[in-house]
């Protein structure tokens, strides 16, 4: 048995000024053939779940790419074929099933569904070919994704640390296909509800209540797979939103019914999946009387992992404005800076313009570098493996990567745009978070994996950039209408 194994993986905020081109994806790694196997095989990704899969049954393996960039805007058409073609190709050179780890919010100037597409073709080669896919939980789920595969599941944790599980549970579900054991068939819908990230933590309700529903679900005779998406919200495309899909065996009538109970508890809960927002200086002078650390403070509205720039200055200036003392940051986008800083040395004092230089016009801003005095404490070139629970033993690629102490601050400032989901943001350049009373960290919710354990306090703190939650700030113009919270729906 010959069985085709990828990963193509983008979540695409079509607000975010930054494109995600061909280099985009060689900043955080792309990978080709054998390369790509011994890149992710024991890895706790779904890709190295694939692969022990398809070795335990001894199956040639075949690998053509594995890609992924950080959250961006549009996907380039250069880009998107680049990625796609080895795929498609190695289709036409046959195989016997298709295992694929995917995203499910990927938007490219080649197709608003790219997943979709890129399933589409697939199926247009091989009409019949058994295909499992593993999709994020802020999948926006298409109907070209669930139409044109066999199988198909969504993470139930964010933060994300059970990619791996989730890839031998459809991976199975997949092999089982092949050896007639079950004959899935698969039911899925959305719902009004455009929620926000920020409140789709699976920790919190009202995101813990619909993954207890898929979990609970599994358990019933005839499930094989139950999965709810938040779904991404930035990504303005015509079904982003809340949606649900189940996998059973056989049993189309169970799945209708399962999917219908979990998307009307979803619509019952669409309140609770907005964000309330507080001013920016209450919560900071709140933070500044909690003297216990370390106190996290997110910097949400300017988090890469959704696409933001993460260079916008607002958080990090009010926090020195009102004296908070013993911060770090993780961490500033700023390449010419962390060439200044070379070129300065370490040691040495420095003046410079830090951050400040995106515009972004979709939410009306323009860049504003913030004017700091500091030493250049660290100079690294940005390489640091993984050790948390998400992404473990992925290698991560910062670029070269500089820390400007400013007495009461240190800010980690990057080359390559990284949301800090680890502890290696702060450790690889010599920070010992634990021991910091405050962290300023450019996240939502992925920072939990490898900081809620160290949190005394955890507050989100409102400022500017293209992650916002405000939805006052963004021009809707291709997602379904009507939707919560964007039109006021009557429940008749």
Same mark, same amino acid.
């Given at each position: 048995m010959r069985i085709l194994i990828a990963m193509m993986k983008h979540e695409t905020n079509t607000f975010s000024p930054i494109p995600a081109d061909w280099k985009r994806f060689e900043d955080w790694g792309v990978h080709f053939g054998d390369d790509a196997r011994a890149t992710y095989e024991g890895t706790a990704m779904p890709m190295g779940a694939y692969i022990e899969l398809a070795k335990s049954i001894g199956a040639e393996i075949v690998t053509p790419v594995a890609a992924e960039a950080m959250p961006s805007g549009l996907?380039? /058409?250069?880009?998107?074929?680049?990625?796609?073609?080895?795929?498609?190709?190695?289709? +036409?050179?046959?195989?016997? /099933?298709?295992?694929?780890?995917?995203?499910?919010a990927m938007v490219s100037e080649e197709t608003p569904d790219g997943e979709g597409t890129l399933l589409e073709r697939i199926r247009a080669i091989d009409p019949d070919l058994p295909i499992a896919v593993t999709l994020d939980l802020h999948c926006n789920l298409t109907d070209k994704m669930a139409s044109n595969c066999t199988t198909l599941i969504g993470y139930k944790t964010y933060p994300h640390v059970d990619m791996y599980e989730v890839g031998m549970q459809i991976g199975q579900s997949l092999l089982d296909t092949l050896d007639a054991k079950i004959e899935p068939v698969m039911s899925w819908g959305n719902t009004p509800v455009l929620s926000q990230t920020l409140c789709q933590g699976t920790d919190d309700e009202p995101m813990a209540t619909l993954i207890r529903l898929c979990l609970e679900a599994e358990q019933e005779p005839g499930i094989i797979a139950a999965t709810a998406f938040g779904g991404f919200a930035l990504a303005d495309i015509k079904q982003a939103g809340n949606s649900v899909i189940i996998v059973a065996d056989g049993d189309q009538a169970k799945a209708d019914e399962v999917r219908d109970r979990i998307l009307a508890k979803a619509w019952e809960l669409r #309140?609770?999946?907005?964000?309330?927002?507080?001013?920016?200086?209450?919560?900071?002078?709140?933070? %500044?009387?909690?003297?216990?650390?370390?106190?996290?403070?997110?910097?949400?509205?300017?988090?890469? =992992?959704?696409?933001?720039?993460?260079?916008?200055?607002?958080?990090?200036?009010?926090?020195? +404005?009102?004296?908070?003392?013993?911060?770090?940051?993780?961490?500033?986008?700023?390449?010419?800076?962390?060439?200044?800083?070379?070129?300065?040395?370490? =040691?040495?004092?420095?003046?410079?313009?830090?951050?400040? %230089?995106?515009?972004?016009?979709?939410?009306? #801003?323009?860049?504003?570098?913030?004017?700091?005095?500091?030493?250049? *404490?660290?100079?690294?070139?940005?390489?640091?493996?993984?050790?948390? $629970?998400?992404?473990?033993?992925? *290698?991560? @690629?910062? =670029?070269?990567?500089?820390?400007?102490?400013? =007495?009461?601050?240190?800010?980690?400032?990057?080359?390559?745009?990284? #949301?800090?989901?680890?502890?290696?943001? @702060?450790?690889?350049?010599?920070?010992? $978070? #634990?021991?910091?009373?405050?962290?300023?960290?450019?996240? +939502?919710?992925?920072?939990?994996?490898?900081?809620? %354990?160290?949190?005394k306090a955890t507050m989100t703190l409102d400022g500017k950039g293209v992650t916002t939650s405000d939805n006052n700030l963004l021009e809707y113009k291709n997602v379904r209408r009507p939707i919560y919270p964007l039109d006021l729906i009557n429940e008749a």
């Open positions: 996907v380039t /058409a250069e880009a998107y074929n680049k990625l796609s073609d080895p795929i498609l190709d190695e289709v +036409r050179n046959g195989v016997d /099933a298709v295992m694929l780890d995917l995203h499910g #309140e609770d999946f907005i964000y309330k927002h507080a001013p920016l200086e209450e919560r900071v002078a709140e933070a %500044k009387t909690i003297t216990d650390g370390p106190v996290i403070l997110l910097d949400h509205a300017d988090n890469c =992992g959704s696409g933001a720039t993460q260079d916008v200055m607002t958080v990090i200036a009010e926090i020195l +404005r009102q004296g908070l003392e013993d911060v770090a940051v993780g961490a500033v986008w700023d390449p010419a800076a962390v060439a200044e800083m070379q070129k300065t040395g370490i =040691g040495n004092k420095i003046t410079l313009k830090l951050g400040g %230089k995106t515009d972004m016009p979709s939410i009306g #801003e323009v860049g504003e570098p913030l004017e700091l005095t500091g030493t250049v *404490k660290v100079l690294t070139n940005g390489e640091w493996t993984v050790r948390g $629970p998400m992404y473990t033993g992925i *290698k991560v @690629f910062m =670029g070269p990567t500089a820390v400007l102490d400013t =007495g009461n601050m240190e800010i980690v400032i990057v080359s390559n745009h990284h #949301e800090p989901w680890d502890q290696g943001v @702060f450790t690889s350049v010599g920070i010992q $978070p #634990e021991y910091k009373r405050y962290l300023v960290l450019k996240s +939502r919710i992925h920072y939990r994996a490898g900081f809620a %354990k160290l949190a």
